[in-house]
C-alpha cells in the first residue's frame, strides 16, 4: 500500500490554523493587488460625502415607493411629470438601497456602495490572475476603473451592477480559456440583474455574441444554443416581464439624453477623461501588438466595450472594468515581470498585506465614529422642513436637479409637488429644451415656470443671485433656507398655478 508524501510546510506556517495559513499563502503571492485594493477602498471610505448625490436619493426615494405601494407603473413623484407611464427597471437595486439607509441611514448605504467598488476590483484581480497575469501587472490594472472612470464609485443603482459585469465577463473570459458548463453561471447573473440596473442589455449582448463565435465548434453548440436563447429572456425576467421591451427601447434608442445630459452623451477629452482616453489608447497599442495573449472573448470584446465607451462617457466604467482583467496579460507581454517570490519577498509581501489591510481597518473605524449628518454633506434635515412648511398642503416646488430627491426623501409630503427631478427619461425632446432652458437661466423660461412656483430652490449661491438678477421671481419673494450648497425662496401665492412644459 503506497501512500502520498506528506507537504512539510515552510517554517513558521505550521503552527497556524487552517484559514489563517490559506490567508498568509494568500498575502504572500497577492500583496501588490490586496494593496491597491485597500488603498482605494480607504480613499474612497474618506471622501464618501462626495459619493452621494441626486441619484443616491433617487434610489431611496424610488425604493422606499416600492416598499410601501408595490411596483409603479405610473409617476405620482413629480409634478410635470404626475401620472406618465414609469417603467421601474432597476426596482431591486432601488429597493436594496432605501433597506439599507432604512436600517441604518445614508451611511451605510454609502459603505455598501464603497463595498460594491472594492469587491468588483477584487474579482477582477483574481480573475487576472488566474488568467495568468503577474501580481505586478493585475496591481496596475487595478488602478484603471477608478482613474479612468472616476464616476463609478458614486453610490447610486450602478453600484450593484459592478460586481454583476465584472463576474460575466469572467466567465466568458474563462470559458473562452477552458470551456465548460460553468459558463451556464452568466444567465443567472443577468436575471438577477435585470431588475438591478439596465447596463444587463450590455453583459446580455456580450454573452449573446460570445455564443455565436461558440456555435462553429461542436462540442460547444449545446452551451451556444442555451447562452443565446437565455441571455434575451434573462433581460426580461422581471416582474414587468415583456414591458421592459419599450423600456429599453425609450432608453437605448429614441431617448432624447445624449443630447442634453452630459454622462449619456460622447466623453471629451478633459481633466476628468483624460486617464480614460491614454489607458484606451495604450491598451489599444498593447492589444495591437500582443492581442494574441488574451483570449479569443476579450480579443473582440474589448474593442465593442472601447467604442461603447466613446459613444457615451457612462459606458467608459465598463470599458475600464474589462481593461482591469486584461490589461495585465498584455502588460507582462511588453514588460514581463522578473519578481521572483523568495523567501524575503513572501516576508516582505505578507507585511505590505497586512500594513494594507490593518490601515483600511483604521480608516474604516474612523469613518463609522464619524456622525451620521458628515456623509450627507450640508444636506440639512432643518432646510428640508423649510421647504415644506413654506410650500404649504398644495404648493408646487421648483426644485434644483442636484435636492429634488433629497427634498422628497426627507419630506415624503412633497410627492407630486417637486416640480421633476432627475428620471428625464419620463420626458420628450421638447420638455428636455425646456428644461435645459430652466437650467441655463433663460429669461423666458424662468417668467413662465419660476414666477408660478410657491418654492424654488438653488444650488448654488451664484445661480440664486443670477435668476434674482433677472427680477423673474415674484415680488415679494424671500428667503426660507440657506445651508451649504443648498438656499429656497418663497414667494406669494402666485395668481395662476404653477405651469406645467
Known sequence: MSSSPIPVPRPGVLALPPLARRARLVAESEALPIV???????????????????????????????AQHGLPHADTLTYW?????????????????????????????????????????????????????????????LLLPVL???????????????????????????????????????????????????????????????ALTLLRKRASRLRAGALLAGAPLCVVASPYGLGLVGYYHTMFVSAPLREYVSEWGPPTIGSASAIFFLSAFGLVALWARHGPVLTSFERWALPVLLF????????????????????????????????????????TNVALASLALAALVAVAATQLTRPASWV????????????????????????????????LWQQPSLAGRIAYDVRFELFDRREMVAIRSLLVGSHAMWARCGVTARVVTFAHPWTRKRIAAQNVLAKGARQVADADGFSAVVQPRAATTCKRL
Open 36 to 66: 491597491v485594493i485597500a488603498i482605494w477602498t480607504s480613499l474612497l471610505l474618506v471622501t464618501m460625502p462626495f459619493l452621494v448625490g441626486q441619484d443616491t436619493f433617487l434610489a431611496f426615494v424610488d425604493g422606499r415607493l416600492v
Open 81 to 141: 411629470s404626475l401620472g406618465r407611464p414609469w417603467t421601474d427597471q432597476q426596482w431591486g437595486a432601488h429597493l436594496a438601497l432605501y433597506e439599507l439607509a432604512r436600517l441604518g441611514g445614508v451611511r451605510l448605504a454609502a459603505v455598501v456602495g464603497v463595498a460594491c467598488v472594492a469587491c468588483a476590483l477584487a474579482i477582477a484581480a483574481t480573475v487576472a490572475r488566474r488568467l495568468g497575469a503577474s501580481q505586478r501587472s493585475v496591481a496596475v490594472g
Open 148 to 210: 479612468g472612470a472616476p464616476w463609478l464609485a458614486q453610490v447610486r443603482t450602478q453600484s450593484l451592477a459592478l460586481a454583476p459585469f465584472v463576474l460575466v465577463y469572467a466567465l466568458l473570459a474563462l470559458d473562452a480559456r477552458r470551456p465548460g458548463r460553468r459558463v451556464l453561471l452568466v444567465l443567472p447573473v443577468l436575471a438577477v440583474w435585470a431588475n438591478l440596473h439596465g447596463t444587463v442589455v450590455l453583459a446580455a449582448g456580450l454573452t449573446g455574441l460570445y
Open 308 to 347: 461603447g465607451a466613446l459613444t457615451a462617457a457612462r459606458n467608459c466604467v465598463w470599458f475600464e472594468l474589462a481593461a482591469a482583467v486584461s490589461f495585465p496579460r498584455l502588460l507582462d507581454a511588453a514588460w514581463p515581470s522578473r519578481i521572483a517570490l523568495t523567501a524575503g519577498v513572501r516576508r
Open 376 to 407: 450627507e454633506r450640508g444636506r440639512s434635515p432643518a432646510a428640508a422642513g423649510a421647504v415644506a412648511k413654506a410650500a404649504g398642503p398644495d404648493g408646487i416646488v421648483l426644485a434644483d436637479e442636484e435636492h429634488a430627491d433629497w427634498l
